[in-house]
């Protein structure tokens, strides 16, 4: 390759590195810090606000030192008992998932990805999960899947969520 070919190269690759930093930046749409770790939230502009449905498209954390895989969280009480009402398994399952964050030495502002399954799924369920997501993690949502599922390990089970940490 002659030199005029390797600069023009080179000019090409700094062009596209400096729109892809412009780009990353301007898709950050949030930030959550705690200590030496920062997390900042994603929703690119060319896809829709999915902060109505409870959630962010992806959560990139920055300066991790530690990583917690938080098992499903169903809407059991304390006694195992399950209430036949699914916001009030939702409801449950959240207290349960906040439970196991706090055991592991982290806080929900913490919480990067959340799945959620959910038995014989309807969309007016979609506003019962939006409003207990919301009221655990506020306006830094994390990223979130939601998994329709024919059923889950106990019989009369209608919900579980599961999420992965990352903290100081």
Avoid: C, W
């Amino acid at each position: 390759m002659n030199n005029r070919a390797m600069t023009t190269n080179r000019v090409i690759s700094y062009f596209s590195l400096g729109v892809l930093l412009l780009m990353s930046a301007s898709m950050v749409t949030g930030e959550r810090s705690t200590g030496q770790m920062q997390l900042n939230i994603v929703n690119p502009p060319d896809l829709y606000d999915p902060a109505p449905n409870g959630y962010s498209h992806a959560v990139v954390a920055n300066g991790v030192s530690n990583v917690a895989f938080i098992a499903g969280q169903g809407g059991e009480t304390l006694d195992g008992a399950l209430s036949p009402e699914f916001d009030e398994q939702v409801r449950q399952a959240y207290r349960n998932l906040l439970s196991a964050i706090a055991a592991v030495g982290a806080e929900p502002a913490q919480v990067t990805k959340i799945t959620t399954y959910v038995v014989d799924y309807e969309q007016s369920m979609l506003a019962v999960m939006t409003a207990a997501v919301t009221e655990v993690f506020g306006e830094s949502l994390p990223a979130q899947t939601l998994v329709p599922v024919p059923r889950l390990a106990l019989d009369n089970m209608l919900f579980e969520v599961d999420a992965i940490v990352v903290f100081d």
